[in-house]
């Protein structure tokens, strides 16, 4: 059973950093690109960040130059830095994958449990 395990939220000041990882759990024959999304109270959830399985990487336009992500291939782990957070930073995040399970199955996308982001003073 393939799941997504994040960690990494929590409870911040403006101006300060986080860095959140998701793990990729259980056996996997293919992991393609990973995203973190994210969800404000009383909004839709949105794209933060993607990379792409050979490491090209889109952000948000409110994140650009503050967060980064990453990805480690040999750990099934991608990570995303966030620096520089704001009050409207604040969110649940939501790790995402594109992940083929077995040889001859489907890709299907996969989402973690979501961690909650605070950035308040």
């Known amino acids: 059973q393939v799941q997504l395990v994040e960690s990494g939220g929590g409870l911040v000041q403006p101006g300060g950093s986080l860095r959140l990882s998701c793990e990729v759990s259980?056996?996997?024959?293919?992991?393609?690109?990973r995203g973190w999304y994210r969800q404000a109270p009383g909004k839709q959830r949105e794209l933060v960040a993607i990379i792409s399985s050979g490491g090209s990487t889109n952000y948000a336009d409110s994140v650009k130059g503050r967060f980064t992500i990453s990805r480690d291939n040999a750990k099934n782990t991608v990570y995303l830095q966030m620096n520089s957070l704001k009050p409207e930073d604040t969110a649940v995040y939501y790790c995402?994958?594109?992940?083929?399970?077995?040889?001859?199955?489907?890709?299907?996308?996969?989402w973690g449990q979501g961690t909650q982001v605070v950035v308040s003073s």
């Open positions: 995402n994958a594109v992940i083929q399970e077995k040889r001859f199955s489907n890709v299907a996308q996969y």
């Open positions: 259980g056996s996997i024959f293919n992991n393609y690109a």
